[in-house]
């Protein structure tokens, strides 16, 4: 079994075709088990996203807050269905051995990086 994670702008049926002319193996069976269900991107001209990317400006001043896709799956599609923005917000700025920890059993963030989180979670409230 094989679990696929679209772009939101990929349709199942496209990415089956182009995985079986790819293997282009006759007894490999290919099927798809759970289509995704379509969920709206959550807007990036909102009061909220806007809100968040002014306070971790102010917190750090050199970065960039943009849209990005996970590799995991979050509870946000059935929010965004609804027509409801839902961010996948983590303002940390996470080193590559930090990220190399990421649940396994040595995951961890310094104190002083979870409180810079929070500082911008909070002022981007406060700001609302």
Do not use: W
Not at 14 to 26: L, N, W
Not at 72 to 98: C, I, Q
Not at 112 to 121: F, Q
Request: glycine share 4%; net charge negative; proline share 9%.
């Amino acid at each position: 079994m094989l679990d696929c994670r679209l772009l939101p702008d990929t349709k199942p049926e496209t990415f089956v075709a182009q995985m079986r002319k790819t293997i282009d193996d006759p007894d490999v069976q290919i099927e798809i088990i759970q289509a995704p269900e379509a969920a709206p991107p959550s807007p990036t001209d909102n009061p909220l996203f806007l809100a968040m990317r002014r306070a971790a400006a102010r917190v750090y001043p050199d970065v960039v807050v943009t849209e990005s896709m996970t590799v995991g799956g979050t509870d946000s599609r059935f929010f965004r269905r609804h027509g409801v923005p839902a961010y996948g917000f983590f303002p940390v700025l996470v080193s590559k051995e930090l990220t190399a920890t990421v649940h396994g059993v040595d995951e961890r963030l310094p104190v002083v990086d979870l409180g810079k989180a929070v500082r911008v979670i909070y002022e981007a409230l406060k700001s609302l």
